[in-house]
């Protein structure tokens, strides 16, 4: 465990901060919440999970992300069905349209940072291409209970 902040981590939560920010700005989804947003992408990635995982994950109760997707259900995003391992549960799917709501939704985003990275010099871009590999598995290890 890290007892004293490494030289550079102060700058990267900030850059990585100013970008989230921008990037969120920049490809506003009207009628949708980040969480909502957020719970799409997770169950394009990851897959089928419980709401009562994805409330955990997504750092919301689970009253409230049953009402996200109960309303995500009704707008056929995702789909709901007893979960095969306990039956108390449910799992939350995310449908073909939601997948496409994803994509188009990443797309834009793509479109909308290519347009600034264009602006680097290409040294700075070749920087932030060699460093996908390393900031891909930062993005994917698991929270520290």
């Known amino acids: 465990m890290i007892t004293e902040i490494e030289p550079g ?3 990267l939560a900030g850059c990585l901060e100013r ?4 990037l969120r700005r920049s490809t506003p989804i009207p009628g949708y919440s980040v969480t909502s947003r957020l719970t799409l992408s997770r169950l394009e990635g990851d897959g089928p999970a419980r709401i009562s995982d994805l409330a955990r994950l997504e750092g919301v ?3 409230a992300i049953t009402g996200l997707v ?3 259900e ?3 995003l995702v789909t709901r069905s ?3 391992t306990d039956a108390r549960a449910a799992l939350v799917t995310i449908t073909a349209a939601g997948r496409a709501f994803v994509e188009a939704r990443r797309a834009e985003r793509v479109r909308v940072l290519s347009a600034r990275i264009e602006r680097l010099p290409d040294a700075d871009r070749d920087a932030i291409l060699a ?3 390393a900031l891909d598995r930062l993005s994917k290890l698991p929270d520290l209970a």
């Open 61 to 63: 109760t689970q009253p």
């Open 70 to 72: 109960n309303r995500l």
């Open 9 to 11: 981590l102060d700058e």
């Open 19 to 22: 970008l989230v920010g921008w």
């Open 131 to 133: 460093a996908l590999p």
């Open 82 to 84: 007893a979960d095969p």
């Open 74 to 76: 009704g707008e056929g």
